[in-house]
């Protein structure tokens, strides 16, 4: 049975099954948390033409996205004005975000961007969907669960000291894999 973007409810942590790429491909808003288990998480994301996800950190969190549709610029590093890190990804790229690191991906594409997100341990209220940007930057679930923003935190996440401040550039490496 073909299981529709619209038609995933998150039953986590219940067993599921479902055409991940064709659901993140139909996906139409901005973030739809399809999965929501134990210690993982699988959100789908629609990002317009023009928009980001965001510059953002997850203090506590891991987190894997892959680009199904569209084409985007990567940017990380270890403070929102230190993004050491930038690449051009497009359909196929995964992203490694490792805790604690400050990222963003931009929509440099003329369609929107279609990315499925993994986050370890989860990170958004199960079954969220939040259909635009603004929804989601207003959602005081998701800053309740650790989401940081750069206008929060004056640029620094809160998890990393000087120590490790100075050994993070060498850790981000080329994070951007071909799949």
């Not at 991906?105 to 079954?127: E, K, L, R, S, W």
């Amino acid at each position: 049975m073909d299981v529709l973007a619209d038609e995933i409810s998150d039953i986590g942590p219940q067993p599921q099954a479902f055409d991940i790429a064709r659901a993140t491909r139909d996906n139409a808003n901005y973030r739809s948390v399809a999965w929501s288990g134990r210690y993982l998480q699988v959100t789908l994301m629609s990002i317009p033409v023009g928009g980001d996800i965001g510059l953002e950190a997850h203090p506590e969190t891991d987190q894997f996205l892959r680009l199904d549709a569209g084409r985007g610029r990567v940017q990380m590093g270890p403070a929102k004005d230190r993004l050491t890190f930038d690449q051009t990804v497009s359909n196929g790229w995964c992203v490694l975000v490792p805790a604690g690191t400050w990222h963003n991906i931009a929509n440099t594409g003329p369609t929107p961007m279609q990315v499925y997100a993994i986050y370890a341990p989860a990170h958004h209220t199960p079954g969220k969907v939040q259909a635009t940007a603004a929804a989601a930057a207003a959602d005081r679930d998701d800053r309740a669960r650790g989401l940081v923003r750069a206008t929060q935190t004056g640029g620094r996440s809160p998890r990393m000291n000087d120590r490790e401040d100075a050994m993070r550039p060498h850790s981000l490496g080329r994070l951007a894999l071909r799949t």
